[in-house]
């Protein structure tokens, strides 16, 4: 299968609904929403026993890395999925992916077996280094719905609108559907501008004119700190005999999936917002 390699700069910014509007209704006229229209983003992020990846990123260094299988859209066994690298230094992206197929990918992060991509291409050979430098296991699905754009004259400048952000902790497998906990109930939009180089004059006046500001935002990140705030407060409503059980049986929860999930709080994700899609046919 073919491997991609990307290196760009990716800032990400918060918009209410109205931004989102407003924004989009001039885009048009400089840039192009691709051919998929509004589709489904799924992914299965790895992470070791400890979450090291994930408390590395949010501590902000320098240097930080993550590890996730992607799909377009839910898999069948014989769909092409990507499992990526993702490795951002100084601010600057570099992105490794490796295609193959969903049942072969599953079967890897999983331990059971090694495709073909892995051990035959130079990217598949790094992205299993790192993978037996750590050993991951499959932590979270996070699903989006996502409408992506492209510059009318510049094809290299993509932006990306990512709506209703949601995850599980349970069912680690991007066939199982895209199902799952809504991160935030409002109507806040991710946008995320990916450019090799500086953005042009007239989408930084429009940044300027809705008042739209860097953002620094982790889907991953967001959801395992939500998480860990959720455990924290069941933890400190506990009565002293429970705080010493609960610490006699392993401590944060969280890390486990004890409450998340299937089995917990959850709400399910309908279907997008008549006012995303108004503009896919743009």
């Known amino acids: 299968m073919s491997g991609n390699v990307f290196k760009r700069k990716e800032i990400k910014y918060?918009?209410?609904?109205?931004?989102?509007?407003?924004?989009?209704?001039?885009?048009?006229?400089?840039?192009?929403?691709?051919?998929?229209?509004?589709?489904k983003i799924l992914n299965i992020y790895l992470d070791t026993d400890d979450y090291r990846l994930i408390r590395t990123s949010l501590e902000k260094p320098k240097y930080k890395?993550?590890?996730?299988?992607?799909?377009?859209?839910?898999?069948?066994d014989d769909s092409i999925v990507f499992l990526e690298l993702k490795k951002k230094y100084?601010?600057?992206?570099?992105?490794?992916?490796?295609?193959?197929?969903?049942k072969e990918a599953m079967d890897y992060i999983?331990?059971?077996?090694?495709?073909?991509?892995?051990?035959?291409?130079?990217?598949?050979?790094?992205?299993?280094?790192?993978?037996?430098?750590?050993?991951?296991?499959?932590?979270?699905?996070?699903?989006?719905d996502r409408i992506a754009m492209y510059g009318r004259s510049d094809p290299e400048l993509r932006i990306t609108f990512d709506f209703r952000l949601r995850y599980r902790k349970r069912r680690l497998d991007l066939r199982e559907g895209d199902l799952g906990e809504l991160l935030s109930g409002d109507d806040s939009v991710l946008m995320e501008i990916k450019a090799e180089g500086a953005y042009p004059i007239w989408l930084t006046r429009m940044l300027s004119?809705?008042?739209?500001y860097p953002s620094s935002f982790s889907k991953y990140g967001a959801i395992y700190q939500a998480e860990y705030d959720e455990n924290m407060r069941e933890i400190a409503s506990l009565s002293g005999m429970e705080k010493d059980i609960f610490a006699g049986n392993g401590?944060?929860?969280?890390?486990?999936?004890a409450y998340a999930g299937e089995g917990g709080r959850r709400k399910t994700a309908g279907s997008a917002a008549s006012y995303y899609a108004g503009y896919v046919t743009g």
């Not at 999983?110 to 993978?131: C, F, L, N, R």
């Open 14 to 39: 918060i918009l209410e609904k109205k931004q989102y509007e407003d924004l989009m209704g001039e885009l048009l006229t400089h840039m192009k929403v691709d051919s998929y229209g509004l589709s």
């Open 209 to 212: 004119k809705y008042r739209i």
């Open 251 to 257: 401590g944060r929860r969280g890390a486990e999936g």
């Open 90 to 102: 100084a601010g600057v992206v570099y992105k490794r992916r490796i295609s193959m197929k969903a």
């Open 65 to 76: 890395e993550k590890l996730r299988l992607r799909s377009y859209g839910i898999p069948g």
């Open 110 to 144: 999983y331990g059971s077996s090694v495709p073909e991509a892995i051990e035959s291409t130079q990217i598949g050979k790094e992205i299993d280094h790192v993978m037996k430098l750590y050993r991951p296991k499959p932590r979270y699905f996070i699903g989006y």
